[in-house]
Structure formats: structure tokens, C-alpha cells
């Protein structure tokens, strides 16, 4: 999945562009969240593999439930990056990877799903509990839509879409919790190991119970 990305900020964006830009969201960086949005879920779908072509109306009929999953995975993580960010006063906005993008789909015929569709780039100076804190924000996320879905794991046994969320929102937690590279869990354990030690510990218990509560039904 996408992580947060440093950049040098852009000549001409200063002190005040840096005010107006924060909770809000320019026309590009709009088409660029719809873009990779859509990638994602396509790629959902791609990971049925021959299915999609033997039972291809059955597999299309579920797109809109791979598009409402992953945007309470993928769109929740990068606004959580997004929003901490600009509450911090740093200049943070979504950026897509149209190559990754085209990756992430051809890996996906694999019944793998890889999929790293661009990132939060910062073009300001921060601090490491700023970065730290920023990072923290994404799998946070999926760790809170996560938990609420589970009362209703048992409210609604058989929506799939509940089951769904519970899942995918404890993987994307998880996975994005690798203490290496780009992933949020570098930033988070340079910054804070007690509070890295937490979330990848709920993020692993997540995922336990999200294929402990299938065994119910």
C-alpha cells in the first residue's frame, strides 16, 4: 500500500498557501484519490483470476463492494496520513503512481494482491514525533474501522461487506507496520517503540480475529 513520501517543497508555495491548504484538497489531487481508488478495487477484482471470465456478470456484480471496501481501507489510511499532517501545518496531499498503479493490476492476475497506488508527499520540514505521529495516523485508521466492525460481525453474519472490512482494514494495519523501507512502521518506531509495539500487536490481534470469527459462520 501507499505510505507517506518527503519531498523539497515547490518554489512559490509559501507560509500562506501552506494556511489555505489545510483539510482541503486540490482539483489534482482529487482525480489522483479517484484514480487509484478505482485502480484498487479493480485490482480486487482481478485476484478472482479465470473466475472473472468464467462467471463474468457474477464477479462485475461485486465491483461496488470491492469500491465501498477499499475506500474504507486505502481512502481512510492516506486521509489519516493527510489530515495529521495538515494538522500539523506541513504541506500533505495525495499523490498517485500511474506506473504502480498498472503493476498492482498485473500482479493482481496472480490471485496476489500488491498493490502500492502512490503516496501523502510532504514538501515541508518535520520533525520526527510529526512524522512519527503523521504515520501513525494511516494504520490507526484501519485499526478503528476494523474494531467497529466487529459487533457488527454479529449483528450482520452474513453481510460480506462487514467481513470484508474487518479483514482488509487489519491486513492493510498490519502490513503497513513493517519497521523498514517507506512503510509507516519505520517512522513510528524511530519515533515512539512503545507506540509502534502497540499498534502492530492490535493490528496482528485484528487480523487473528477476523478469520477466528469466520470459523462462527
Known amino acids: 500500500m501507499a505510505d507517506i513520501i518527503i519531498e523539497p517543497r515547490r518554489r512559490g508555495r509559501g507560509v500562506a498557501s501552506r494556511a489555505l491548504s489545510r483539510f482541503s484538497f486540490t482539483t489534482r489531487e482529487t482525480v489522483d484519490l479517484m484514480m487509484a481508488w478505482v485502480g484498487l478495487s479493480a485490482a480486487y477484482m482481478l485476484t478472482f483470476g479465470t473466475a472473472l471470465f468464467v462467471f463474468p456478470?457474477?464477479?462485475?456484480?461485486?465491483?461496488?463492494?470491492?469500491?465501498?471496501?477499499?475506500?474504507?481501507?486505502?481512502?481512510?489510511?492516506?486521509l489519516g496520513h493527510k489530515f495529521t499532517g495538515q494538522h500539523f501545518g506541513l504541506e500533505a496531499h495525495f499523490k498517485a503512481n500511474g506506473l504502480m498503479i498498472l503493476i498492482g493490476l498485473a500482479i493482481a492476475w496472480s490471485g496476489f494482491l500488491f498493490f502500492a497506488p502512490g503516496a501523502v508527499v510532504i514538501e515541508s520540514m518535520a520533525s520526527r514525533k510529526q512524522m512519527g505521529t503523521t504515520a501513525m495516523a494511516g494504520p490507526l485508521s484501519n485499526i478503528t474501522f476494523s474494531l467497529a466492525m466487529i459487533p457488527l460481525v454479529f449483528l450482520?453474519?452474513?453481510?460480506?461487506?462487514?467481513?470484508?472490512?474487518?479483514?482488509?482494514?487489519?491486513?492493510?494495519?498490519?502490513?503497513?507496520?513493517?519497521?523498514?523501507?517507506?512503510?509507516?512502521?519505520?517512522?513510528?518506531?524511530?519515533?515512539?517503540?512503545?507506540?509502534?509495539?502497540?499498534?502492530i500487536t492490535s493490528a496482528g490481534v485484528l487480523v487473528w480475529a477476523s478469520y477466528m470469527l469466520l470459523l462462527f459462520w
Not at 519497521?179 to 499498534?199: E, H, S, Y
Open 57 to 78: 456478470l457474477s464477479v462485475l456484480g461485486r465491483f461496488p463492494l470491492f469500491m465501498a471496501v477499499s475506500g474504507l481501507t486505502f481512502i481512510a489510511h492516506e
Open 156 to 199: 450482520f453474519p452474513y453481510f460480506e461487506f462487514v467481513h470484508l472490512c474487518l479483514r482488509v482494514n487489519a491486513w492493510l494495519a498490519l502490513f503497513n507496520m513493517i519497521p523498514a523501507g517507506v512503510f509507516d512502521g519505520r517512522k513510528i518506531f524511530l519515533w515512539n517503540k512503545v507506540a509502534f509495539g502497540c499498534i
